[in-house]
């Protein structure tokens, strides 16, 4: 599988200046995203006074949950390792790892053999880091969970309540991977967490390789437990672990005949065929006009629940 490249993705691309080395470079490779991009950049950012769903109490909520992620993504390589090496099993250290990231909110934990088809080619979402290459060498193993999110609230999307959810999910996750990646440094290994902003993978991937669900037709994971309804997390480790199997239950049949995130997707970026990608520009457009990041595929989903 061809790794994705971080700087082709959505919010990668809206971070690109004009007059900079990195928007010029972006789109002397790019030409056919120029117009697209300048367009939506110039109606930026998500969430202002005129939007369709602007509300001045719920959007500054959902500002200010970003603006505390924005403060916490440089800690996302933790304090320097502890140089005492804790010794312990692999499926001693596995069972421990699981247990802290329950106690701290995550509703499923899996832990997968780190592979590039999941990792990003390149990194894209700052200036600073434009153009890195990423590698998986001392990571062999990529930690996945997933933090339930506010159903009811969930279900009033596209409203801003739905955005409350989002975002609290995101920083549920955030601290999650923060607590696994300083645990992992204590016991004297190197581990590296991936949260809003400052990701090295591509998480819906990654979590189907460690065993936490499947990808649905909208692009994301389905896990048996709460459908669609979580936002996923992950740390990447070099702590002796043991590996969880792939998800092995498939999605597909189900998206198949259902088929609900493409009725219902109002920007219609979501393709009839299960095997296709959505058109992200499309989507991103939607979240602009909303001033939300819409979630109505998130709502109508029934998962595996077929049914309901």
Known sequence: MKRSDERDIMFSRMARKPNTKEYDQYYSLHPELLEIDDTLRAQMPIGKPGDRFYDSLKTSTVDAAFQFLDSIK??????????????????????????????????????????????????????????DSVSIDNWPHTIVFAVPMNEAMIRKAPKAEESIAVTQGYVQ???????????????????????????????????????????????LIITEAHGPRVRLGAVSTN??????????????????????????????????????????????????????????????????????
């Open 74 to 131: 440089p800690l996302v390589e933790g304090p320097t390792a502890s140089k005492i090496l804790t010794t312990g099993t692999a499926e001693d250290f596995t069972a421990h790892i699981k247990s802290i990231a329950e106690l701290y909110g995550a509703s499923v934990t899996g832990v997968a053999k780190s592979d590039e088809s999941f990792y990003y080619s390149h990194r894209g979402r700052t200036d600073q880091v434009y153009g």
């Open 173 to 219: 996750a955030a601290i999650v991977g923060m607590i696994l990646t300083y645990t992992i440094k204590a016991f004297g290994y190197e581990a590296r967490n991936h949260m809003d902003g400052n990701y090295l993978c591509t998480l819906p991937l990654a979590a189907k390789a460690a065993g936490i669900g499947d990808i649905g037709q909208h692009g």
């Open 239 to 308: 702590l002796p672990l043991v590996n969880d199997p792939p998800f092995s239950k498939s999605i597909a049949p189900i998206c198949e005949t259902c088929r609900r995130c493409v009725r219902n997707c109002p920007s219609k970026a979501i393709p009839n065929d299960i095997l296709a990608t959505i058109t992200q520009e499309k989507c991103f457009e939607k979240w602009l006009e909303y001033g939300t990041d819409c979630g109505i595929c998130l709502s109508v989903c029934p998962g595996f629940d077929e049914g309901k």
